[in-house]
T-cell receptor
């Protein structure tokens, strides 16, 4: 079974800082990897999707990287803002599978 | 509607009661997923539908859990004889194509079993 681990579990930073969230997974036979954002009481919003053949994806202040061979992904958030406060979830989809395997998330707080 | 909707948003049940949770996917979406998210954990896969066919139910934790999507649109997740360990947020997601990439998630139903 695919195990997905996210470090740290919680992170608190002052506004304006750059930060990195980490995700590791045990089975490298992945089809793709996604980073989601979850706000309290709301569903998940997909932020970035990286196909297994790609090394990184960028959207605005967000950059996600993927190293399949080492089973790692990072989400880099530049110039953090209070509105970035949320739980960030990493999820992988295995080749031939339909469902996602999620990590336990990193709860980010950006202090004004 | 514009997104995936779920009802009820909150459900409190006494232990032993049966509950039914509803998911309205985005119109025309082929794939539908149910996930269970316990407090402080990431979502865990329960079951997957492609149109009306339930292709994968390997994540259902016991035979008390049952899901259906009879007309290939609305889906219902039913939990019989609820237990305290069933307390969680139940998330529904849909995607346009089979294979599941590009899912849109609903807001979830928070189930509390007393």
């Amino acid at each position: 079974k695919q195990e997905v681990t996210q470090i740290p579990a919680a992170l608190s930073v002052p506004e304006g800082e750059n930060l990195v969230l980490n995700c590791s997974f045990t089975d490298s036979a992945i089809y793709n990897l996604q980073w989601f954002r979850q706000d309290p009481g709301k569903g998940l919003t997909s932020l970035l999707l990286i196909q297994s053949s790609q090394r990184e994806q960028t959207s605005g202040r967000l950059n996600a990287s993927l190293d399949k061979s080492s089973g790692r992904s990072t989400l880099y958030i530049a110039a953090s803002q209070p509105g970035d406060s949320a739980t960030y979830l990493c999820a992988v989809r295995l080749t031939g599978a339909n469902n996602l395997f999620f990590g336990t998330g990193t709860r980010l707080t950006v202090i004004p | 509607g514009a997104g995936v909707s779920q009802s009820p948003r909150y459900k409190v049940a006494k232990r032993g009661q049966d509950v039914a949770l509803r998911c309205d996917p985005i119109s025309g979406h082929v794939s539908l997923f149910w996930y269970q998210q316990a407090l402080g954990q990431g979502p865990e896969f329960l079951t997957y539908f492609q149109n009306e066919a339930q292709l994968d139910k390997s994540g259902l934790p016991s035979d008390r859990f049952f899901a259906e999507r009879p007309e290939g649109s609305v889906s219902t997740l039913k939990i019989q004889r609820t237990q305290q360990e069933d307390s969680a947020v139940y998330l529904c997601a849909s995607s346009l194509t089979s294979g599941g990439a590009g899912e849109y998630f609903g807001p979830g139903t928070r189930l509390t079993v007393l």
